[in-house]
């Protein structure tokens, strides 16, 4: 009969570790409400070994904040081929998959947490704002994009994320409709910009053109003309 032994972990092993454990955590409850205690119950380890290997507790949220940040980021990269609006409605799913898993931490990062207003936090949030904004980009295949571009895409990220944290508070609409609301939401704003630039009208022509009938972008065209009628 054999006795197991507990492996030993190194600095940065145990740190990535620890990061894990207080990013599961603070998936299932807001930040304020998780104790240094119960990380490292968690982590089998006692408090003051968790003390050595992060100041105190906001370094410890900042390092899991950091970490879900890059994960969230990453829900934006996908395959540039096929129609925009599928493309966009893949990466709707993906992104609420990771609000629905990561509910608390999804709010605590969008709306600072008890790290509000701290520079780092502000950074995090801009870095995966800005993830968000160049993949959309690269699937319009535009390099140097115009003024109304850039404002119609910032605004529907901004949109994305409003989105999903009301969605949070009660989850009163069903997530599927949400998703596809989001793309049509991109669509509508994109014409409405098109509506007053030529060079949006163009870039919108040579979107449309590449879509199916049954994709996202031509359901909002038909329940609008329905609408309409």
Do not use: C
Request: charged share 25%.
């Amino acid at each position: 009969m054999s006795i197991g032994v507990r492996r030993r972990m190194g600095v940065e092993e145990r740190r990535q570790q620890l990061i894990g454990v207080a990013l599961e955590l603070f998936s299932r409850r807001s930040p304020d409400e998780v104790s240094i205690d119960e990380i490292a119950s968690a982590a089998g380890i006692s408090r003051p070994l968790v003390y050595h290997y992060f100041p105190g507790k906001l370094s410890l949220y900042e390092a899991a904040l950091r970490r879900a940040s890059d994960e969230l980021a990453a829900r934006f990269v996908e395959p540039q081929e096929g129609p925009l609006g599928a493309r966009l409605l893949r990466v709707m799913r993906r992104y609420f998959d990771f609000v629905e898993d990561h509910g608390p931490g999804f709010s605590a990062l969008m709306r600072g947490g008890p790290a509000v207003g701290s520079s780092t936090t502000n950074a995090l949030i801009d870095s995966v704002r800005q993830a968000a904004y160049v993949q959309i980009l690269s699937h319009l295949r535009v390099d140097d994009p115009p003024a109304r571009l850039e404002l119609v895409i910032r605004s529907w990220i901004s949109l994305a994320e409003s989105t999903a944290l009301i969605w949070l508070d009660g989850r009163r609409i069903p997530r599927a409709e949400l998703e596809a609301q989001l793309v049509h939401d991109f669509a509508a704003l994109s014409a409405v910009s098109a509506a007053h630039d030529e060079e949006m009208a163009a870039l919108l022509r040579r979107t449309l053109k590449e879509e199916p009938p049954d994709g996202p972008f031509s359901d909002l065209v038909t329940r609008l003309i329905r609408l309409a009628s």
